[in-house]
């Protein structure tokens, strides 16, 4: 399944990995939606959009706006 244009998604964050592009720091999250088991994605997130911190094994909230993720909490 790909990344929703528009929505949210809540999912369990099973790693991540922090990395800067021209000095504008993001970070890579692997995650696993709540409600699909089996589904497993990998999403790149500007530091901007986290409105939480982010440790792997919790969850958290995606919000999505033309396939991009644009909120973390």
Do not use: C
């Amino acid at each position: 399944m790909s990344l929703p244009m528009i929505g949210t998604w809540i999912v369990t964050v099973n790693a991540l990995r922090p990395f800067t592009i021209h000095g504008d720091e993001y970070l890579e999250l692997h995650i696993t939606r709540v409600d699909e088991d089996r589904s497993s994605h990998l999403v790149r997130v500007p530091k901007h959009a986290l409105k939480t911190t982010v440790v792997a094994g919790a969850q958290a909230t995606l919000t999505f706006l033309m396939g991009q993720v644009t909120e973390v909490r």
